[in-house]
């Protein structure tokens, strides 16, 4: 199975700052790579697949890059409705695989 | 919109069986593989099975492998998630959830969830 390592596991951050979240394969996976937002209670919303192509809708301060096995998420100026726990998902190869998720809160 | 509704969650005793349904609507249902993925109590997700679009290939973690099987009825816009001797492990809320395409790994929409507790 793939794993996928992900970095930190939690966060704090100020109202616009850049966040960035860390990604990593445990072998080459390509650009296969999505990253899910999930909201305390509510089921995961896809933010970016391919590891770099935003889902129409979402706003253009979430960013992802990377291929192979290193892997960016990006928030420019992170904004209070953010606040959620951000996953890594791997889809090269069965299983599908996620990362642990990093939990990210407001200072 | 694509919507994806569950349904069938409950508490069983651990040995028990379970049934979970997933009526999606707002797409062509027929024409993408499906999913269901588990989150348990306060923990990350895990990706539990895969279905493809026309119900032939079926893919499942290994930790559910004979005891769970995934189904779709293409006419009833229905995925189903049959759970046999259900562990108090498999407790979790449980999505179904769209692929992006017909026989791909890759998630996109989710439902609201299902909540399955096994407990005595």
């Known amino acids: 199975d793939i794993q996928m390592t992900q970095s930190p596991s939690s966060l704090s951050a100020s109202v616009g700052d850049r966040v960035t979240i860390t990604c990593q394969a445990s072998q080459d996976i390509s650009n296969y790579l999505n990253w899910y937002q999930q909201k305390p209670g509510k089921a995961p919303k896809l933010l970016i697949d391919?590891?770099?192509n935003l889902e129409t809708g979402v706003p253009s301060r979430f960013s992802g890059s990377g291929s192979g096995t290193d892997f960016t998420f990006t928030i420019s100026s992170l904004q209070p409705e953010d606040i959620a726990t951000y996953y890594c998902q791997q889809y090269d190869n069965l299983p599908v695989t996620f990362g642990q998720g990093t939990r990210l809160e407001i200072k | 919109q694509v919507q994806l509704v569950e349904s069938g969650g409950g508490v069983v005793q651990p040995g028990r069986s379970l049934r979970l349904s997933c009526a999606a609507s707002g797409f062509t249902f027929s024409s993408y593989g499906m999913h269901w993925v588990r989150q348990a109590p306060g923990k990350g997700l895990e990706w539990v099975a895969v279905?493809?679009?026309?119900?032939?290939?079926?893919y499942y973690v290994d930790s559910v492998k004979g005891r769970f099987t995934i189904s779709r009825d293409n006419s009833k816009n229905t995925l189903y998630l049959q759970m046999n001797s259900l562990r108090a492990e498999d407790t979790a809320v449980y999505y179904c959830?769209?692929?992006?395409?017909?026989?791909?790994?890759?998630?996109?929409?989710w439902g609201q969830g299902a909540l399955v507790t096994v407990s005595s």
């Open positions: 391919d590891a770099s």
């Open positions: 279905i493809s679009y026309h119900g032939t290939n079926k």
């Open positions: 959830a769209k692929d992006r395409g017909l026989t791909g790994y890759s998630p996109d929409y």
